[in-house]
């Protein structure tokens, strides 16, 4: 409400008399909610990512003649008034603001004002169909995933797999087909076309490929009064498997435990585990258990290809130490390694206190055998174990 200044125009009684004062009231309404394309919305509202025209617009102001419009940066609008079309750009998002006055009057007291808060839905990925998969040569899975506020995914492999049998990102709508050649994983993102963005979330996924490999073979003797070894090694990466373990040379009693045996044996014993997943089997391991009370406790990896790692029970006292170790050829019968255990003693050559590394670099693939002799004043027997150097 305004007041007019009292001035000559004022009524007045003359000669001394007294003057009335006539109160002006200039009015201005409240502001309604701002509508987009004809609904109204309070505090903020979500606007899909594209360039589309929206009448934005309120209600008319009750004794308004001036509306005064702001929109989020980089958008424009055209008209005037209570009505306006706004023009958004691709992906930006902000306030939508909008100031009723009265042309009549300047007082700041006299506008209305509303706002509208603008969001834009960008893309989220929530899943996909299968986290974890194993692939055989040759073979695919298809695959799909969930999101909001999205049309696409993106998919992008790593290393070697293959998404529709391409090794770079695909964008799609639908669902795709996972290959590899190999062990690898991939990402998924999600796409909004019409904001032009991807999520700032992923989901990853693991690719096993192919046969098992038996991984970190682990021979661990369990009780010395009955020679018994656990055997194991790893097979996460190509699970699920199933283990194999025979005896293939000497005897010894087995206790499968899943995908580990328990395995005893007096005299010793060579026991070859196989393991095996849809894709197919692996190659075969050999664990080499030594005969009770012998100078070894393992002889490892069997296959082995740059070395070979013998495990003896004592190294401490010098005696105990076989008088030799050769390794033979299956095919010449003549030793192409040979070791005299003195020797090694006096130079400290054990690593971890009781191993001893053989160099097989240079030796051809095949079949050899690693003969322990013991001192000619020992009761023990000599030591035979069938090695496949690969």
Request: with cysteine.
């Amino acid at each position: 409400m305004s007041v007019t200044d009292c001035n000559s125009a004022c009524n007045s009684s003359g000669g001394g008399g007294t003057a009335s004062l006539t109160p002006v009231i200039r009015y201005l309404g409240a502001i309604g909610n701002i509508k987009l394309n004809g609904s109204g919305y309070s505090g903020s509202q979500s606007v899909t990512c594209n360039t589309t025209n929206i009448t934005v617009s309120v209600d008319a102001v009750t004794n308004a003649t001036n509306y005064n419009w702001s929109v989020p940066s980089g958008w424009s609008f055209s008209g005037s008034g209570s009505s306006i079309t706004v023009t958004p750009s691709l992906n930006t998002q902000g306030t939508i603001q909008v100031v009723a006055t009265r042309s009549d009057v300047s007082d700041t007291y006299l506008s209305s004002t509303a706002s509208l808060g603008i969001t834009r839905p960008l893309p989220v990925i929530n899943s996909i169909s299968i986290s974890s998969m194993l692939l055989c040569s040759g073979t695919t899975q298809s695959l799909s995933a969930t999101g909001t506020n999205q049309d696409k995914f993106e998919w992008a492999p790593s290393g070697n797999i293959r998404v529709d049998g391409n090794a770079s990102t695909q964008t799609v709508s639908g669902s795709v087909n996972i290959g590899a050649v190999g062990a690898g994983t991939f990402t998924v993102k999600a796409y909004s076309t019409s904001c032009a963005v991807t999520s700032t979330n992923s989901v990853s996924a693991t690719v096993r490929y192919g046969p098992p490999v038996i991984g970190y073979p682990v021979m661990t003797l369990m009780d010395a009064g009955s020679n018994m070894y656990q055997l194991s090694y790893d097979n996460q990466s190509y699970a699920p498997v199933t283990s194999v373990y025979t005896v293939v040379s000497g005897s010894a009693s087995m206790i499968p435990n899943s995908n580990d045996c328990y395995a005893s044996s007096m005299d010793g014993a060579t026991i070859e585990c196989v393991s095996t997943n849809s894709c197919g089997n692996s190659s075969a391991y050999s664990f080499v258990i030594p005969p009770a009370g012998g100078f070894l406790i393992s002889v490892f990896p069997n296959p082995a290809s740059e070395s070979l790692t013998l495990e003896f029970r004592n190294v401490e006292i010098e005696n105990f130490l076989p008088e030799s170790i050769s390794l033979i050829s299956s095919t010449s019968r003549l030793a192409v390694k040979k070791i005299d255990t003195s020797e090694i003693f006096n130079k400290q050559a054990f690593t971890n206190g009781k191993k001893l590394n053989i160099d097989l670099r240079g030796l051809p693939k095949g079949i050899y055998y690693l003969h322990i002799t013991p001192r000619k004043d020992s009761k023990q027997k000599m030591e035979k174990i069938q090695v496949k150097v690969e």
